[in-house]
């Protein structure tokens, strides 16, 4: 299966920026990645997507402050946050659907990173 891991979590003010990195193991293609959050108490949120074609959304809360981006021959997906809020306070979890080579040819695979804490102080 295709590792995940997730980076560039912290502690920032508000205001500050942030960015993250979501870094895949193997040779790994994708359909979609995303970023999804979860704060404490709600239910996890869609933040951001990026396709294969380039495409990107974000959801209404972030658009014009978040970026999603991609490294292809890094196998990694970057979310630069700025303009931060408290609101934006919570645990980033990154998703990439795709197809991983195995043994045995292409594998369709659907990973999810461990998260990464962000924490935005007032």
């Known amino acids: 299966q295709v590792q995940l891991v997730e980076s560039g979590g912290g502690l920032v003010q508000a205001g500050g920026s942030l960015r993250l990195s979501c870094a895949a193991s193997?040779?790994?293609?994708?359909?979609?990645v995303h970023w999804y959050r979860q704060a404490p108490g709600k239910q996890r949120e869609l933040v951001a997507t990026?396709?294969?074609?380039?495409?990107?959304n974000y959801a209404d809360s972030v658009k014009g402050r978040f970026t999603i981006s991609r490294d292809n021959a890094k196998n990694t997906v970057y979310l630069q946050m700025n303009s931060l809020k408290p609101e934006d306070t919570a645990v980033y979890y990154c998703?990439?659907?795709?197809?991983?080579?195995?043994?045995?040819?292409?594998?369709?695979?659907?990973?999810w990173g461990r998260g990464t804490q962000v924490t935005v102080s007032s």
């Open positions: 990026i396709t294969s074609g380039g495409s990107t």
């Open positions: 998703n990439w659907r795709g197809k991983v080579v195995t043994n045995t040819g292409l594998a369709d695979f659907d990973s």
């Open positions: 193997g040779s790994v293609s994708f359909n979609a």
